[in-house]
């Protein structure tokens, strides 16, 4: 029987996770905290096992098997916090032929000294991985889901109207984020909850492997927060950090920028866009950095101290935002159909195109995000030109726009116009 709470709101990763539990002995769930792992774990286990309860905790320490036999699937929540559960879970697949016996999640990536020292096996085969992410707007309700990519790619999306929306409810949307918990908040309390994720993330879990400086890190994710959506390099980074540090912060920033990115890394405080690399004329043009974004752009905001009308009072801020909220929703539709997001940029000419999605089958489409719409002129040229440059063509060129209620191919392009919160998968 489905351990389901009644109040669950479906996600697209339920698919994922039904197909996987059909095909692996176990299923690993990775993702940040709050996003929904255990609920949406809970939908399709018949048990669970809590890891972060202190008697559960020290019953896992006297012998695994107490806790691995519980009616199947089983969810062990929060596995790392005692990582041998990983290869004593491989081994409890290796004793069946039955598939879907557990489910795991986790909040926070072991470092590579755990990795080496408490795991012996990576698990292929038997624990497939899903990344989980904050909701996307079209699983909160926010987006109508008239405009959906599959129908993009096959040429088959009509020309309609959307529900209007106004800069003030956008600029809620991204202050407000993803998190399941902060669906139902009145607007006016929104900020609250991607607030305590920082302020969590600076008290207590950047300091769980070992003590880092809770200063640096506030100051590292300002200057993420400030160059979110871009390609900004460490280099970037440290200067925008040593403009706030004295001279001691700045000496020792160098040497732990690598340390304190990767922790952010770990907790899945950030989940960067890789460059797109195929395709074009020019190969040794390509830009390879990634463009960096938080998981979700309200943890931007909130490190920032940003508020709807601080947004609407900067629209270059307002726009860097917009793209973040874009790029979170299309990775989160693209790992639903298979593919994956990428981002393109010509190191020499500077042609940039903000997301690239690839199909599974080696299709690709490219995608402009633009705020406005007295924008999409420019991006449709952008998007044209990278048409040209490109040896195979993309299958269907798009911009995504904040402030419109259009939904339109182009007829003289053939590019498509859709607002964001029409979009689904």
Known sequence: MSL???EYIDRLVDKKIEEYLEVFGAVSIEGPKWCGKTWASLNHANSMVLLDEDEIREKAKLSLDLILDEERPELIDEWNIIPEVWDAVRRKCDETTKKGNYLLTCSTKLTDEEQKEKIHHSGAGRIGKIQMHTMSLYESGDSTGKASIQDMLNGTLKNQLNDKITLQKLANLIIRGGW????????DKIGIIPKSYIEAI??????????RDKNKMSMLLKSLARNESTIANKKTLLKDIEQCANEKEIIESRTTIDDYLDVLNRLHITENQNAYSENYRSPDRLGKSVKRHFTDPSLACASLDLTKDKLIDDLKTFGFMFEALVERDLKIYMEYLGGKLFHFRDNVTGLEVDSILEFSDGEYAAVEIKLGFHEVDYAKKSLMNFYDNMIKKPKFMCVVVGYTDVIAQDPETGIYIVPITALKP
Request: no cysteine; charged share 55%; glycine share 0%.
């Open 202 to 211: 600076l008290d207590k879990d950047i300091h769980d492997d070992k003590k």
């Open 4 to 6: 389901r709470k009644k």
């Open 180 to 187: 399941p918990s902060n669906i139902k908040t009145p607007e």
